[in-house]
Nanobody
Framework: QVQLVESGGGLVQPGGSLRLSCAAS????????MGWYRQAPGKERDLVAR???????TYADSVKGRFTISRDNAKKTVYLQMNSLKPEDTAVYYC???????WGQGTQVTVSS
């Protein structure tokens, strides 16, 4: 059983920053990739960023250069630093354990003036 709890979402103005956190419990964390996804209203859930067990990141083209994914294996936590936020980044952001396919409950990010 894997539990994922996201935090850090909120309302931010365009150009602002947020840092999302996803804390995992109940499983071996360090040997699996972890991912951040997002789903805007009326749209499919898409991959935003993924980090391998070795710490190698991949990003969607839409967030390259603005978002940074990282992980702390000792804390069983994965982070998503989001800078230069745009209104089109507005979505519910979900953390996913890529090994077992579990999802967190999601955290809302709203970018608006």
């Amino acid at each position: 059983q894997v539990q994922l709890v996201e935090s850090g979402g909120g309302l931010v103005q365009p150009g602002g920053s947020l840092r999302l956190s996803c804390a995992a419990s109940g499983s071996i964390f360090s040997i699996f990739s972890m991912g951040w996804y997002r789903q805007a209203p009326g749209k499919e859930r898409d991959l935003v960023a993924r980090i391998s067990s070795g710490g190698n990141p991949t990003y969607a083209d839409s967030v390259k250069g603005r978002f940074t994914i990282s992980r702390d294996n000792a804390k069983k936590t994965v982070y998503l630093q989001m800078n230069s936020l745009k209104p089109e980044d507005t979505a519910v952001y979900y953390c996913r354990h890529e090994g077992y396919g579990y999802w967190g409950q999601g955290t809302q990010v709203t970018v608006s003036s």
